[in-house]
């Protein structure tokens, strides 16, 4: 039995055969009456592409797709952007180079984001910045927690942009080395059995990267039911680490579940053909 890491109810791992386990993300579908259906759609960041085949199916059952995307608010809509040159952006995104070193898809490269239908809903860099600097601001150990937030947001914008000369390097050696790869593949299937996602970041940019942005998303949100009037479904396409806080918000607006979660598997292991062995496996499972 694979052990609930309790990291939220819209990511969890799976045994799925034998020689299979799976890292999966959850959707759920809300309503309330007299208002539009809200589909609470997760995702992982990274994945194969035949999972992102079957989430796109699943936004296609939506009028409005809310999708997360931290963008710099100095540089437009990326979506404006030739398709291509798009493309080419996330294949060298640091989602993009591990799910390259790992036989996976990132999201940005598989997911189509189809204007008008598509809207981006996120925070800007900016504003993710000004947040911490009004912490900054009012001094003391809020300031002290906002200023080592803001240092590790820089890091992982690094990262993510794939400028990490480091951490390119080690991707690459992960592309060539099965050993190596089938055992990070494993340890990614092993997340929903761990506690956090973010092990190793601080609490003040744990809250920036959820709660203040899943804020904004319920913002947003409420201006759409309130303004556009006719919308049949509204998803809300985010990691679906962001999806427990973000149904919590929702029963505050009044939606109840219209069902239970669904599961798709994102990345799929089959340790035993890859010849890692069962202890192993138990252990990297964190099973007893």
């Known amino acids: 039995m694979i052990p609930a890491g309790g990291l939220d109810a819209y990511t969890r791992t799976a045994q799925t055969g034998p020689d299979a386990f799976a890292m999966q993300t959850g959707s759920r579908l809300f309503r309330k009456a007299g208002a539009p259906a809200v589909d609470l759609v997760g995702v992982a960041h990274i994945g194969s592409a035949d999972y992102y085949q079957r989430v796109s199916r699943r936004l296609a059952q939506a009028d409005l797709?809310?999708?997360?995307?931290?963008?710099?608010?100095?540089?437009?809509?990326?979506?404006?952007?030739?398709p291509a040159a798009i493309a080419k952006v996330h294949s060298k995104s640091g989602y993009g180079r591990i799910g390259s070193s790992l036989g996976l898809s990132s999201q940005g490269e598989q997911i189509r984001y189809e204007r008008p239908r598509f809207r981006r809903?996120?925070?800007?860099?900016?504003?993710?910045?000004?947040?911490?600097?009004?912490?900054?601001?009012?001094?003391?150990?809020?300031?002290?927690?906002?200023?080592?937030?803001?240092?590790?947001?820089?890091?992982?914008?690094?990262?993510?942009?794939?400028?990490?000369?480091?951490?390119?390097?080690?991707?690459?050696?992960?592309?060539?080395n099965h050993s190596i790869r089938s055992r990070i593949r494993l340890s990614m299937v092993a997340i929903g059995t761990r506690k956090s996602e973010e092990e190793?970041?601080?609490?003040?940019?744990?809250?920036?990267?959820?709660?203040?942005?899943?804020?904004?998303?319920?913002?947003?949100?409420?201006?759409?039911?309130?303004?556009?009037?006719?919308?049949?479904?509204?998803?809300?396409?985010?990691?679906?680490?962001?999806?427990?806080?973000?149904?919590?918000?929702?029963?505050?607006?009044?939606?109840?579940?219209?069902?239970?979660?669904?599961?798709?598997?994102?990345?799929?292991?089959?340790?035993?053909?890859?010849?890692?062995?069962?202890?192993?496996?138990?252990?990297?499972?964190?099973?007893?």
């Not at 999708?67 to 952007?81: A, I, K, M, N, Y």
């Not at 920036?208 to 303004?227: C, T, W």
């Not at 939606?255 to 292991?269: F, H, L, R, T």
């Open 121 to 176: 809903c996120d925070m800007t860099i900016q504003e993710m910045t000004q947040l911490l600097d009004d912490d900054i601001a009012r001094g003391g150990q809020t300031a002290r927690n906002a200023a080592g937030a803001k240092a590790e947001m820089q890091s992982i914008k690094r990262v993510l942009g794939g400028e990490s000369l480091l951490m390119n390097s080690m991707l690459g050696l992960v592309k060539i």
């Open 65 to 82: 797709v809310l999708f997360e995307g931290v963008t710099d608010g100095t540089q437009g809509e990326p979506l404006d952007r030739d």
């Open 200 to 288: 190793g970041v601080s609490a003040r940019l744990k809250k920036l990267i959820n709660e203040d942005r899943n804020e904004h998303v319920i913002r947003e949100l409420s201006q759409v039911l309130h303004k556009e009037p006719g919308r049949r479904r509204i998803a809300v396409f985010y990691g679906s680490a962001h999806h427990a806080d973000l149904e919590r918000r929702l029963r505050k607006l009044g939606y109840a579940p219209a069902g239970p979660v669904s599961w798709e598997s994102a990345i799929v292991s089959s340790p035993y053909a890859d010849g890692i062995s069962p202890s192993e496996v138990r252990e990297m499972l964190n099973e007893g």
